[in-house]
C-alpha cells in the first residue's frame, strides 16, 4: 500500500499548507497542520499561511494543485510585480512538485469549489482562516520578501477588520511574552534569595524546578510563543537591527554632533531632529497649559520640549540628563541660570528615587529617553510617576514605540494602554500628522531611521488609582 500521501515530505507539505490557507480551505488546513507548521514560508515570496489567507482575498481565484500543474505545462508565467503580494496564489506554486486535486484528496482532504473573490463571504473565510492559523501558532510578524507582516498586507490592500485581527494578535504574543520576561526575572531573584539563605546549611542542595517544568502546564502555548520570540530575533527588519546595536550605556559613553536639525551619536544613530518640535510644542500645551507649574523633563536631548516648558513660564522646572556632552551643551546655552531651572546630571534610574524621597512633587512629567527599551519606560510609569506626580497632574511620554512599521506601532500603542491601565493610568491620545521625512530628506546620513509613520499618536496620561 502507497503511504506516500498520508505523510508528505516537507516541501510538498509546506506548498500544501499554503495552497490550503489561499484558498481558504479549514478542513484541509485541520489535517495538515497536524503535522505540519502554521509557519512555513514560500522560498520564492517568503510568503507564510497568513501572508496567502489575506492576499487571496484580491488576487484571482485560487488555483487548484491541478490547475498549478497545468500552469506549468503551458508554461505561463505570473506576473511579479515587485511591490505586490496580490498574484501570490499564482506564484507560490510555480516549483510544487506535480500533484493533482484526485491524489490530494486521497489524505483525507477535499479542496471543494473554488469561491468567488472579493466579497464579503470571501472576508469571512478569510477571516476564519486566519483565526485558525493563529490558534495553531501563525506568527504574527513574519516578514515576506517585500518586507511586510501579514498585517501590512491586510492594510495595503484595505481588508481594515483582518488588519485589526493581526494587530490584536500582536498585542497578545507581545503581552504574553513581556510577562514571560517579568516572570522569568522573578523567578532568578527568588532563585537567588532561597540560595542565598539556604547556601550555608550543611548538604543543602536547592531543588528548583527548571523554567521548562515549572511551566509545563502551558507547554504547547509556550512552544509556539518561544517560536514566535526566536523568529522575531531572525525576522529583524534593519531598523530593528540598527536599534539592537544601540544601548544605554554604550550611547552614554559615545561621542555626540549637534547641528541646528539634529542630535546624532558616533555611530549616526540620530537621538532626536528638528521635525520633533510640533509633536513637542503640542505636548508641552497639554502638559502645561497653565503657567507657574512644577515641571519635570526626562531626557534634554536638544532642549526641544525644555525651551516650549520655558515659554510657559513654570515655577519649577527639574531637567534629568545623563549624556556628559549634553550636560556640557547645557551649560555652555546656561540652561541652569534660567528662571526655575534645576538640572540632574545622570541616570533618571538614579535620581528619581532621590526626588520621590524629597517628597518632590510635579504636575506635568515627560519622559523621552535614549537607547532604552519599552521595559524601562514600563518600570517608570509602574514604580516611580505615582511618587512624582501630584493631584490633577499629567504626565506622557515621547511615543516611537515601533514607529518603524505601522502594525508595531499599533500593537505597541494597545500594549501600553494595558499596561498604564493595569499600573492605574487612563491615557487620552491626540494624532498630529508627521511631514514626510523620506521627502525632506531628514534621514540622510542616519544609520537608523526612527521614524517611519504618518502620523503620531500624542498620549496624555493621568492617575486614576
Known sequence: MDDSHSEPVPELEAQLILLAASNHNLEALCTLLRTGSANVQDLDTGYTPL???????????????????????????????????????????????????????????????????????????????????????????????????????????????LYGIMVD??????????????????????????????????????????????????????????????????????????????????????????????????????????????????????????????????????????????????????IIEAHPAVLEEMKKQKWAEKVGVTIHGGKWQDVVPRLIEEGTLFDAIYFDTFAEDYKELHNFFEDNVVGLLDDGGKWSFFNGLGADRQICYDVYAKVVEIDLLEAGYDVEWETIPVQDLDRTRQWEGIKRPYWQLQTYRLPVCTFIG
Open 51 to 161: 501572508h496567502s489567507a489575506i492576499s487571496a482575498c484580491a488576487a484571482s481565484p485560487p488555483l487548484s494543485p491541478a490547475g498549478s500543474s497545468r500552469a506549468r505545462e503551458k508554461n505561463v508565467q505570473p506576473n511579479r510585480r515587485a511591490t505586490s503580494g496580490d498574484d501570490h496564489v499564482a506564484t507560490v506554486y510555480e516549483n510544487a512538485p506535480e500533484i493533482t486535486a484526485d491524489e490530494f484528496s486521497k489524505g483525507g482532504m477535499n479542496f471543494g469549489e473554488e469561491k468567488g473573490f472579493g466579497g464579503l463571504a470571501e472576508l469571512e473565510a478569510a477571516e476564519k482562516t486566519v483565526r485558525l492559523l493563529l490558534q495553531n501558532g501563525a506568527i504574527w510578524n513574519d516578514l515576506d520578501k517585500n518586507n511586510e507582516t501579514p498585517g501590512c498586507l491586510a492594510k495595503r490592500l484595505g481588508f481594515s477588520h
Open 169 to 318: 494578535a500582536g498585542v497578545r504574543a507581545e503581552m504574553l511574552l513581556n510577562r514571560l520576561d517579568g516572570y522569568e526575572l522573578l523567578l532568578d531573584v527568588d532563585d537567588e534569595d532561597n540560595e542565598e539563605e539556604h547556601e550555608q546549611e550543611e548538604g543543602f542542595q536547592p531543588n528548583v524546578l527548571p523554567m521548562e517544568s515549572s511551566l509545563s502546564a502551558n507547554s504547547a502555548g509556550l512552544d509556539q510563543i518561544t517560536e514566535a520570540k526566536h523568529n522575531e530575533e531572525a525576522q529583524e527588519t534593519p531598523a530593528q537591527t540598527s536599534l539592537a546595536d544601540v544601548n544605554s550605556e554604550g550611547y552614554l559613553r559615545s561621542n555626540l554632533t549637534f547641528t541646528t536639525e539634529s542630535l546624532i551619536d558616533e555611530d549616526k544613530n540620530s537621538v532626536m531632529m528638528a521635525w520633533e518640535a510640533g509633536i513637542m510644542e503640542r505636548t508641552a500645551e497639554l502638559l502645561a497649559p497653565d503657567r507657574y507649574l512644577r515641571v519635570l523633563n526626562i531626557g534634554h536631548g536638544m532642549g526641544i520640549i525644555d525651551d516650549f516648558f520655558q515659554k510657559r513660564s513654570p515655577s519649577t522646572h527639574h
